[in-house]
């Protein structure tokens, strides 16, 4: 009997199930990897340019002039009915939820957010076996992909205020000039 390579869809075990009685997310960004955004566009779905290098799904609210109010995190545009709209395409960020990161300067923290109520509806058995899916997920995830993921994060960490959340620290990384580099787990 083989074991399924865990992935995305099969990360979080019914986690579906308490995202449908929890209706507290998908307050977010939404932002996109490159080639996310690229496919937004070609589906022609609206998207928000910052900083002419992040993307990010245009969910956002305006001001009485027209502009665009930046500094509250929208409700997501797809979110509706207590489900995701675009539940196969959504981007990564969104996926891997409840992973979180954070930065310190030119460290990152990866972990689990622990105001998820999936997280925190789980027994510390189901936690542990969690934090070992997890990282194993992230260890197994095609480098130069999670590097993609994080370079973009880090550039929203760069140009934004610092969020303020708990989560159970999993995986520490430090940036060096091209790529980011495991430095320690917190299991």
């Known amino acids: 009997m083989s074991i399924p390579k865990i992935n995305t869809k099969n990360l979080f075990p ?3 199930e308490t995202c449908k009685n929890c209706n507290t997310c998908c307050n977010t960004y939404g932002w996109l990897l490159k080639r996310e955004s690229e496919k937004f566009i070609k589906n022609g779905y609206p998207i928000v340019q910052i900083n002419k290098s992040l993307f990010c799904i245009d969910s956002f609210k305006m001001d009485s002039k027209g502009n665009l109010i930046l500094d509250k995190i ?3 545009k797809f979110y509706k009915q207590r489900q995701c709209l675009i539940q196969d395409e959504k981007p990564f960020d969104c996926k891997i939820f409840p992973i979180k990161v954070k930065f310190y300067e030119d460290t990152c923290i990866l972990g689990l957010s622990l105001g998820c109520k999936y997280i925190s509806n789980l027994n510390d058995k189901e936690k542990n076996k969690l934090y070992k899916r997890v990282i194993s997920f992230i260890n197994n ?7 993609e993921y ?11 205020k610092p ?3 708990w989560m159970k620290k ?3 990384f430090k940036k060096n000039e091209c790529s980011w580099n495991l430095i320690s787990l917190h299991n």
Not at 150 to 160: A, N, P, Q, T
């Open 14 to 16: 019914n986690i579906s």
């Open 74 to 76: 929208p409700r997501c």
């Open 141 to 147: 995830y095609p480098k130069k992909e999670l590097i």
């Open 150 to 160: 994080l370079d973009l994060m880090y550039k929203v960490y760069l140009i934004s």
């Open 163 to 165: 969020k303020r959340f």
């Open 170 to 172: 999993l995986m520490s």
